[in-house]
């Protein structure tokens, strides 16, 4: 299905993946070092997506990441799973992560079209998870991502994602502009302005999508047939919430 909102996202994510695609993928830091980067994503898998899985209920998993980016955390689950699948909307993006984990024999890459993932089959992974995408989309896509990761997870596989989660973001909104945080202090008034399912872009940077009351997420997700939902802030000053839940 194609919504509203997703050819203006294609096409902005296409511009900033064409100009820099580590800069785009990598919360906006151009003049981190690699090293820097690196460190970064493992404090994201270790303390975010992977905080309270083994590594023995891991190695077995068949994996899949929405908006994988260039693949920094892909490279990393691949040292850590069986199979590990990356699907992106952006073509210059997906180039980049098929260079970057070209000898990983585990990684298979996708893009798509924005909403869905239809070439991956029914009940075939373990674990999906996807970090700083759904806060640059619009309800009704993060919506159809939602039925699309309950479609392809099997029995008793998890579902963890980031989002911006409204009351989160209010008060970091209000402290970055007390402290006048430069571009956290602006990203973080127009997302105080976004109380509606929209998707704003604002040159030259990339889209910002809606946010999520965890009572919203909570109904939406069980209408799906998720259950155990649960909710943990992220560390960043971003408003992020990490929302995991199960299908059963
Ligand atoms: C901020 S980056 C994060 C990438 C990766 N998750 C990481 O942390 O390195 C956002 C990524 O999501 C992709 N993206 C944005 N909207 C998308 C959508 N509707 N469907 C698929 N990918 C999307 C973009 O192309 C971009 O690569």
């Known amino acids: 299905m194609e919504f509203s909102s997703l050819p203006r ?9 064409k100009k820099n695609p580590v800069f785009a993928t990598a919360g906006g830091r151009a ?3 690699p090293k820097k980067l690196a460190e970064d994503s ?19 998993m068949t994996v899949l990441e929405i908006g994988c980016g260039v693949g920094r955390l ?19 993006i997906i180039q980049e992560a098929q260079k970057r984990t070209n000898h990983l024999p585990n990684v298979e890459l996708y893009q798509n079209l924005g909403s869905n993932f ?42 963890r994602f980031h989002v ?3 009351s989160r973001m209010l008060r970091d909104s209000v402290n970055n502009l007390f402290h006048m945080k430069s571009r956290l202090a602006f990203v973080g008034f127009v997302q105080a302005c976004l109380w509606f399912d929209s998707v704003i872009v604002i040159f030259p940077m990339v889209p910002i999508g809606r946010s999520y009351t965890k009572k919203e997420l909570r109904s939406r997700l069980t209408k799906i047939g998720f259950t155990d ?5 992220c560390e960043r000053l971003d408003g992020g919430i990490w929302v995991t839940c199960r299908k059963i």
């Not at 892909?74 to 210059?92: K, P, Q, W, Y």
């Open 74 to 92: 892909l490279g990393l689950m691949s040292e850590r799973s069986t199979r590990v699948i990356g699907v992106d909307v952006c073509n210059a």
């Open 9 to 17: 996202i294609r096409k902005k994510w296409e511009q900033v993946g």
């Open 164 to 166: 911006t989660g409204t």
């Open 31 to 33: 003049s981190a070092s």
């Open 118 to 159: 239809p070439f991956i089959p029914s009940r075939s992974i373990d674990f999906v998870y996807s970090y700083r995408v759904f806060n640059h989309n619009a309800g009704d896509v993060v919506l159809s991502y939602f039925n699309e990761a309950f479609r392809v997870l099997r029995s008793g596989g998890i579902f």
């Open 42 to 60: 493992l404090q994201i898998l270790e303390n975010g997506i992977l905080f309270d899985m083994s590594p023995e209920s891991i190695s077995s």
């Open 229 to 233: 939902i649960g909710f943990r802030d």
